[in-house]
């Protein structure tokens, strides 16, 4: 038998490729390509009379002209569906939890249960869980489904085109859009779907900044700063201000994305972006049903689920952090006030603080984990409807400014755990996983200290 | 439609490369072009609700899932769709990778009946690595609409190998697809499929390439595939072609990577 050593082999492979020369590649893909048309002149006949309407969508959907300003449209469209839709539901559920929650009192007494256990359960657990359901499941079943149509439309590419050129002059990929609206379901998702971009240098810069779009974990977030809070700012257009508010933190996430990317190729990451051609798919109705149950069931509640899940200790955990007396002090007013002045600085409180270090597992459980940390405090509120939480904000110094800045850090600030291992995975580098989190957490710091500083000097608050 | 659970949170780490065989008579890779169906296709045989999107790169991992027919189980891997197998992005290495060395017992490509010609680049390049291919002529109900016809009992005499066509959105023709699919493993047929032939003098260095090692090799790549990927100069390629060689027992000297600055 012939056994050639892998030496031997190579010395061939080296003698023969100076015989074919260096063009080899070209001349395959060529032979390739020939013969693909070749068969499918053979095989394809097209009648191609009418104007597809396709193209006639693009020529407006794509346009220089009324690209961006329809798809700011949409986006506002979207979210001002979502806050006046998920407005009644909101309240309802809210009244339904929290009457249930005397009758569980009703119960507890009824058992002679100790105050502690009735603390740590219903006004702890339960009720921080009441205010996850009736704050977060509205705006996501409606938010979900919507963006969900629009991906499955196949409007995603489209905008990817209508933002390449800005991505472009960042020197970015323009592909990076797209990873981006993978990021709007989960960051995690995100940088993995950074995968499509061929440069590492580009996928670096991707991957780096594709925190800058809020994720499912995040939204909700929003949304309820949005509504309880900005939103009330003016009266009569409630929905509307809140909408465009929204819109405008994402606008903004969007404009701080291609200003770290920027200046990452301009530093760090040093290069000129490469071309690609991205295909634009054509345009497919969604099938309704399907789109629901799986918008509904996969992202909705599986969000909710995850919420409820890391809230019950997180709440649990937080009620007893808040009972724990050191020296007279509790021990989450112990790290709040060691975090307050910090906190302040950048517009915020030292508990916004801890309740994004504690949130650090997954974002859905920040905003559970401050209502809980307030809640806490003695304050004792009659929480009852969606205004009484505003007014526990209230009560707790909160201002515009407060609710501003609460949604800016939450847009900006470090990723959630898994994303940061998922780019440990895909980096393979222990200093880039670094940066992910650095990088996001100065800038939110920077804007929030910025903004507040901004709105201190002209007095505005 | 939209993310699911298995495609966001944790779940991104679970993917695997190499598919645990036991308990299923196939495996079945899942090519493409990006928004081909794949992942509907997917979706259709096996039941599971893969994210699908209408937008080209969506799927950058391998999913996996599994379906019954005929009595048999076969695993089934959707691999990231890719317009060619020759580009160095990771995606398409994933998808290059599985089908070389994940020892699938078939491809089946999912091709877009309204544009043929781009998804046939494609499906030659895999005609070049494995005989086992079916290829699934997908959106077909959107050729139709666009009055685009494909005769596509000659295309599968010209390429030599089964083509199916579908509409999988309407699950329309994917039993047909399970058939061919099942022929083509069970070897009922022996495929011979029609490659691309290059110029003379590639193809004379090819064939004494191809006869010095084709005795040495008892893998299952194609010998002629093999011998043009070692002549082309893909570094990351020809290590992974060493690696597997080494691996599946035909020993060679490790210092082989070492010696190999092509």
């Known amino acids: ?461 | 439609m939209g993310l699911t659970r298995k495609s966001t949170g944790i779940y991104t780490f679970l993917e695997e490369f190499h598919t645990d065989s036991s308990g299923y008579q196939a495996i079945i890779a899942l090519a493409g072009n990006p928004n081909t169906g794949k992942s509907t296709v997917f979706n259709g045989l096996t039941g599971l609700n893969q994210h699908t999107g209408n937008w080209p790169g969506k799927t950058v991992t391998l999913a996996k899932g599994f379906y019954q027919h005929k009595g048999k189980q076969i695993a089934l891997v959707d691999l990231p769709g890719t317009y060619s197998l020759l580009a160095q992005s990771v995606e398409e290495q994933v998808a290059r990778d599985f089908i070389c060395f994940g020892e699938p017992d078939a491809v089946v490509v999912v091709t877009d009946a309204t544009c043929l010609e781009r998804n046939l680049n494609l499906t030659l390049q895999i005609m070049e690595i494995t005989s086992q291919v079916v290829m699934c002529l997908n959106l077909m109900d959107e050729a139709k609409r666009k009055n685009i016809h494909i005769d596509h009992e000659k295309l599968a005499k010209l390429l030599g190998i089964p083509i199916v066509p579908t509409a999988a959105r309407s699950k329309e023709g994917l039993n047909a697809l399970k058939d061919a699919i099942d022929q083509t493993v069970s070897g009922g047929k022996r495929l011979r499929p029609k490659t691309v032939c290059y110029d003379q003098e590639l193809e004379t260095t090819l064939a004494e390439l191809t006869s010095d090692f084709s005795s040495t090799f008892s893998s299952r790549i194609n010998s002629r595939w093999l011998a043009l990927r070692l002549l082309d100069s893909d570094f990351t390629m020809v290590k992974q072609i060493l690696r597997y060689i080494n691996k599946t027992g035909n020993n060679l000297p490790s210092s082989s990577e070492e010696g190999l600055d092509l």
């Open chain 1, 1 to 461: 038998m012939n056994i050639m050593s892998t030496d031997r082999l190579i010395t061939k492979i080296r003698m023969l490729r100076e015989r074919i020369g260096p063009n080899l590649r070209d001349r395959v893909v060529s032979s390739i390509y020939q013969h693909a048309e070749k068969i499918s002149r053979n095989v394809v006949q097209k009648n191609e009379f009418k104007q597809d309407l396709d193209i006639c969508i693009d020529n407006i959907a794509t346009s220089r002209i009324f690209g961006l300003p329809l798809m700011l449209l949409l986006l506002s469209g979207i979210l001002w569906l979502t806050i006046t839709g998920a407005n009644y539901p909101s309240q309802l559920l809210a009244k339904l939890f929290f009457g249930i929650e005397d009758q569980l009192t009703v119960f507890f007494r009824f058992l002679n249960a100790p105050d502690w256990l009735h603390g740590l359960l219903v006004l702890g657990i339960y009720r921080t869980l009441a205010w996850v359901v009736s704050v977060m499941l509205p705006p996501m079943a409606i938010f979900f489904p919507l963006f969900t149509f629009c991906e499955d439309l196949g409007y995603l590419p489209r905008v990817a085109f209508n933002l390449d050129h800005f991505f472009k002059k960042a020197g970015a990929h323009g592909k990076q859009v797209l990873t981006m609206c993978m990021g709007f379901g989960c960051n995690a998702a995100g940088v993995i779907a950074c995968r499509i971009i061929e440069s590492p240098r580009e996928r670096l810069i991707a991957i780096l900044t594709n925190n800058f779009v809020p994720c499912n974990g995040r939204f909700p977030t929003l949304f309820a700063m949005a509504a309880i809070f900005i939103g009330t700012l003016v009266n009569n257009s409630h929905n509307l201000t809140a909408s465009l508010f929204v819109t405008g933190v994402i606008i903004l996430g969007i404009m701080i994305t291609l200003l770290v990317s920027w200046i990452l190729s301009k530093s760090l990451l040093k290069g000129i972006p490469s071309s690609f051609t991205l295909e634009l798919p054509p345009y497919r109705l969604p099938k309704i049903g399907s789109l629901l149950v799986r918008s509904v069931i996969d992202r909705t509640i599986f969000v909710l689920i995850r919420a409820v899940i890391v809230a019950i200790p997180a709440g649990a955990f937080t009620w007893i952090f808040a009972n724990i007396h050191v020296g007279g002090i509790t021990l989450i007013d112990l790290f709040a006030s060691w975090l307050q002045d910090f906190g302040r600085l950048i517009g915020l409180d030292g508990y916004i603080i801890v309740a994004f270090i504690l949130g650090l597992p997954a974002n859905e459980i920040v905003l559970p984990i401050l209502i809980m940390s307030y809640l806490s405090q003695g304050a004792m509120l009659e929480l009852d409807s969606i205004t009484a939480l505003r007014d526990l904000l209230l009560s707790n110094g909160w201002t515009w400014l407060t609710a501003l800045n609460m949604s800016l850090f939450s847009l900006l600030h470090f990723p959630c755990a898994t994303t940061l291992l998922t780019i440990h995975k895909e980096t393979q580098s222990t200093k880039w996983s670094l940066l992910a989190a650095l990088i996001p957490t100065g800038v939110a710091i920077i804007v929030c200290f910025l903004i507040t500083q901004v709105a201190h000097f002209f007095k505005l608050v």
